[in-house]
């Protein structure tokens, strides 16, 4: 099975083109329906043994989300079964997928955003860094991965912009805020000398010289928000959710947002469009032709 796992893998990441990271989320939803049916091959999995180990894991508590995910992992998985010659009938086809409520993420105000960036102490290295990288969270709007990944070729300081790879090695350009650019500025001489060749042009290292992970950009966030007394569940995903609020709250054009977020669907983008009552009254007040 762990032969199956690898080329559903590299199928994932070299035909379809996902990221890194729904690469890893699939691949390990698969691995757990396979190590849990051991000794089965793929065509001996049915729609009920499907049903069985989901059913398993609500029991313990997996969220609606998750079981779409999984639900999707399992029709990926199925369908190159099927490619590859290994299966007639897709055994996902026969189960529908939970019905998911709108989902509206945790927002901050613009103040909330400003204190959690003023609480960081830049008279070291690692809080210059930390900085920026909040900056460049909030400012560009950023996926966490996409910040740990980005290259100093990619940001262009003068000109105000930063190229960003994102989901399926997508790219797109988006503006850099003049204070983004200024805690770039003070944090590059500071950045550490890089550990190897291939770290040479990844902007955010840690003290050891190496790419930073997902896990510790998570606990930056975590300990400014509390060092800000902000006691919101918030992530670095939050900042994105903020980035992309407070841009349609401020007039943006939803379109635009959808471009600078990556997002294929505007659909996606929608959920964005939660602004206060106080906000959407006085816009279309402010534009009805009989106001």
């Known amino acids: 099975m762990g032969r199956i796992a690898e080329?559903?893998?590299?199928?994932?990441?070299?035909?379809?083109?996902?990221?890194?990271?729904?690469?890893?989320?699939?691949?390990?939803?698969?691995?757990g329906l396979l190590a849990a049916y051991e000794g089965y091959r793929p065509a001996d999995i049915g729609t009920a043994e499907v049903e069985r180990y989901l059913s398993e894991r609500i029991q313990k508590g997996l969220?609606?989300?998750?079981q779409a995910r999984m639900l999707s992992s399992f029709r990926s998985f199925f369908n190159w079964c099927i490619e590859e010659g290994d299966l007639k009938d897709n055994p996902c086809d026969r189960i529908d997928a939970p019905k998911l409520g709108k989902y509206l993420p945790a927002v901050l105000s613009v103040e909330e955003v400003d204190a959690i960036i003023s609480s960081v102490d830049t008279r070291n290295?690692?809080?210059?860094?930390?900085r920026a990288i909040l900056e460049v969270l909030y400012g560009c709007g950023l996926r966490v991965s996409e910040c740990t990944g980005l290259l100093i070729s990619h940001v262009h300081l003068?000109?105000?912009y930063?190229?960003?790879v994102g989901k399926g090695n997508k790219q797109r350009v988006i503006p850099l805020g003049e204070m983004a650019a200024e805690a770039i500025r003070?944090?590059?001489p500071a950045r550490p000398e890089p550990a190897a060749r291939a770290f040479e042009d990844v902007l955010f290292l840690n003290r050891n010289g190496r790419p930073l992970s997902r896990v510790y950009v998570f606990g930056v966030v975590k300990d400014q928000a509390m060092a800000a007394g902000i006691h919101k569940e918030i992530s670095p995903h939050t900042f994105r959710h903020?980035?992309?609020?407070?841009?349609?709250?401020?007039?943006?054009?939803?379109?635009i947002v959808q471009e600078m977020l990556g997002h294929e669907s505007i659909l996606t983008t929608e959920i964005y469009t939660h602004i206060d009552s106080s906000t959407w009254q006085a816009a279309v007040l402010a534009h009805h032709p009989r106001k």
Not at 125 to 130: D, H, S, W, Y
């Open 63 to 66: 969220s609606k989300r998750s």
């Open 162 to 164: 930063v190229d960003v």
């Open 242 to 255: 903020s980035f992309a609020t407070h841009l349609i709250e401020g007039g943006a054009d939803l379109r």
């Open 7 to 31: 080329d559903f893998r590299n199928y994932l990441r070299i035909e379809r083109g996902m990221s890194p990271n729904t690469v890893a989320s699939y691949a390990r939803d698969v691995e």
């Open 158 to 160: 003068d000109e105000g």
């Open 186 to 188: 003070n944090y590059l």
């Open 125 to 130: 290295p690692a809080g210059l860094r930390n």
